[in-house]
């Protein structure tokens, strides 16, 4: 069983990603009085794209290989998982810091990519990505923390699910950071600012195309539902059921209830500066050591 | 004492010798002849009179013997008073003395005819090329007679332009020739340091279509509005109209009343939809696309009305010489209130939540900033201005059409920022539709079944000039009109307002960060094509095929070691 459980964490994610961004899709274009693309539109487009010709215009080997390090690194993050709080068979051989490791190598390759493509506009997106990763994967460590020192170990299962064992300060003040956080997690407005579109033309995913490219979308299809699968599993782990499967129903329905929140956020807001953006990270990076410091203290 | 006749004395005074001639077919026009070694101090004199420059016009005056000219237009915005002068030189000797030195708004007019017509100017601080491809031939004047306004000289390989020094210590961001955030092509070649503007460096005209060169060997009079419709596909009436005044100005064609209502009606929705656009352009270019697909669909409402009044969107092919072709009778007024109602009531929605919107003000307040002064200097005109505080409008300042009959506000911020151009819009947005209202209301009341346009039985006398100007939805435009024989313009020019505007860009860019580009340059609502109008014929490429994969990739790596 936790051998399978391996592969329900991956065949779960791969489907569902495409999915929620139909979701995303279509909710902002009702908020814009559009008709939308239909809710299948995103599989469609990996498709479409999987068919295309790869162009290599960086012209080196580490802007081939970028994307399909950056999907597997996201793939392998997700393997770790506890997906329904059952730690599964990797879970011996990982802890918090394998998962934080492989997130941050995921998004280190796409940036390998964007500077080895060799496009001024590619550049300035990987660099406002690498400041925003500076200051946003502490965020998250520190939320996982915030679990270890409620259950004293480092492992996953125990990182996430220790998070809400008892609901005092720590908690509310670290639930309120990752809800200011989630639309930066996700770069969608006003965070997108690393892909920018009228700005810097996608950023670091503007010279790629084809297979490559899809694996990139898929990449941050994957990156997004991770941040709102992990919102329900450790903010609100105490309402999953134990069963398997209802407690998967109960989270699905979940992840679909925070897309449409920052879906609704997404299309309501204009897009932050870096300058502008930073500064509201260093503030919930403070936030999130407060709330660990006063979990460290049983609050 | 009249304004102009004060002016005229001190010329007078001033000038003595080298003042030549005078002569004002209206009003509040005066057109100036001087000798060129008094151009300068006759700008000068202007100047200091409290002059605002428009724009100058270069032309071969061949046909009378008389060599180059160049005119220069002033407007005393205060005093409803537009001022021409006129110096000549012989081809043998083309050179003029800049004004640039004193007047930076009148460099890209200069650096136009060096281009097009092979003038010199003294003392030019930058006479770099502007309007010509870089593989324009060298002594090749399109604008000069003897040039055909077909000529297609040979494309040659391996040219680009060159741009100046970037200061030290900065990258080089291309904006352009084709990006997102222009909805044309132009090119910004942007000077960074991180993320801040260090400076930038403007290379435009590439959609050359030599409509004014066109005008001046194969079109009629009658013909041209037409063509000038079609300068630009947001404000075209805006040149139609202002072509059709600059002719009857300088033909003294006194047009019907009722036709200078419609046409007031036709810019005004033409004002409509430009600000409804340029609303939601804004909103997609600081990521909002929200504030983007609404302001859309509220002008869309605005294109149908225009379809049925004039059976089509765009373009609405509504003006000649003389009048205009169709009329708005009672139905079609109807139809006009009541689809003004609802866009009313739409965009008052709308400029609720954009208007306290925290977020936007975070992206638009203090960006793009540039004082009152600068603005002056710049010669700024439009929203760009009165977002400066510089309390201008062609239609209060310059009346035409029927805007002396109407009452509204002239809408002016002195944030001197991308917000404040964004509260002017909106607010024009209102004033337009209030203008519309009473416009109906008088064409309802006392001009029932008058004729739409006069008969013009005489051909129009050749050598006169006509200057006209127009509020379109960007600022003032200028159409300068030199009567010709052959039943056509001896020289037709056009400036638009992103002209003026445009050259202010790299002021308005310093100091401020990359990502702010997008919505200053969308602030002054740059038409690039209405800018552009000028020179002539495209180029085409030495033949046509498709480049493989490789070479395709090939490509851009070379191009990137190149920057």
Redesign the interface.
Known sequence: MKVVAVFINLIYFLLLAPFLEGVMRKL?AW????KGPPLYQPYLDLLKLLGK?N?????NWAYSLAPVLSFSSMLAAIALIPLTGQANILAHSSDLMTLIYFLTLSGFCLLVGALAS????AA?GASREMMTTVMLEPVLAMLLILGTVRISSFSLTAAVSGVAVSRGVSYFLMLVVYLLALQAFVAR??F??AE??????EGPYMEYSGPNYALLRYTLNLKRMFYAWLLISSFLSFILPANFFLSLLLQTVLIIVVFVLISLIG??????????ALKYYALLLILALIAVGCAVKGW | MSRKDELLNLLKDELKGNFLAASSLEENRLFIDIKKEALVETANQLMRAGARYQMGVGYEARKNGRGLAMVHTFAFDADSLLVAIRALTTEDEPEFDSLTPFIPGAGWSEREYIDLLGLHFKNHPHPKRLVLSDDWPEGIYPLRQEVPYDLMPPAAEEVAFRLDEAPPGSSIIPFGPFHACLHEPAHFAVYVDGEEIKGCEYRGFMVHRGIEKLAATELTYNEIPFVAERICGICGSVHSVNYAQAVEAASGLKIPRRAEFIRTIMLEIERLHSHLMWLGVAGHLIGFDTVFMQAWRIREKIMWLAESLTGNRKTYGMVIIGGVRRDIDLTKAELIKKTLAEVEKDVQALEKAIIKDKSIHRRTKGVGYLSREKAKEWNLVGPVARARGLDIDARRDHPYAAYDEVKFEVVVADSGDVWGTLVVRIKEIYEAIRIIHQCLEKLASRLQGSPLAIEIEDPIPAGQQGLSVVEAPRGEAVHYVLTGDDNRPERWRVRAPTYPNLQAVPDMLLNNKLADFPIIVGSIDPCISCTDRVAVIDRRSASGRILSRQELEKLSREMRSKT
């Open positions: 902002t908020i814009q009085s559009r010709e162009l290599n215009s960086g012209g060799g496009n001024p506009f300035v407005q006003p997108d600012i920018a579109e009228v700005e810097i033309l299309a309501t807001h204009p897009r932050f500066r870096i300058d502008q």
